[in-house]
Nanobody, 126 residues
Framework: QVQLVESGGGLVQAGGSLRLSCTAS????????MGWFRQAPGEERVFVAA????????YYEDSVKGRFSISRDNAKNSVYLQMSSLTPEDTAVYYC???????????????????WGQGTQVTVSS
């Protein structure tokens, strides 16, 4: 049973930076693409970023391009989200998720992810 645990959230001032981490259990971490999603209060969970299993390709929602960077360290079974130039619009619970082991490149759709972490709160003050 694979488990994902996020950490690194917190309170940060607008313009600041945070680095989120997600650590996975299991022996086949590198086989799976990983994604980050976020959910603001009263809103639906939406895609933020994703990275392929080997770290060779990454994908971003338009609003975070140039500000967020996703990466992974397969030796540590971990995926990261480096966030900079944060704004109050980035305030949300951030979730990491494991993509279904499939060649289909549907990285932005939640239905293609089968394991989710518990989430970590990111609050950006103005």
């Amino acid at each position: 049973q694979v488990q994902l645990v996020e950490s690194g959230g917190g309170l940060v001032q607008a313009g600041g930076s945070l680095r989120l981490s997600c650590t996975a259990s299991g022996r086949t971490f590198s086989r799976y693409a990983m994604g980050w999603f976020r959910q603001a209060p009263g809103e639906e969970r939406v895609f933020v970023a994703a990275v392929t299993g080997d770290g060779g390709s990454s994908y971003y929602e338009d609003s975070v391009k140039g500000r967020f960077s996703i990466s992974r360290d397969n030796a540590k079974n971990s995926v990261y989200l480096q966030m900079s130039s944060l704004t109050p619009e980035d305030t949300a619970v951030y979730y990491c998720a494991r993509k279904i082991d499939s060649p289909m490149p549907y990285y932005t759709s939640q239905m293609w992810y089968d394991v989710w972490g518990q989430g970590t709160q990111v609050t950006v003050s103005s």
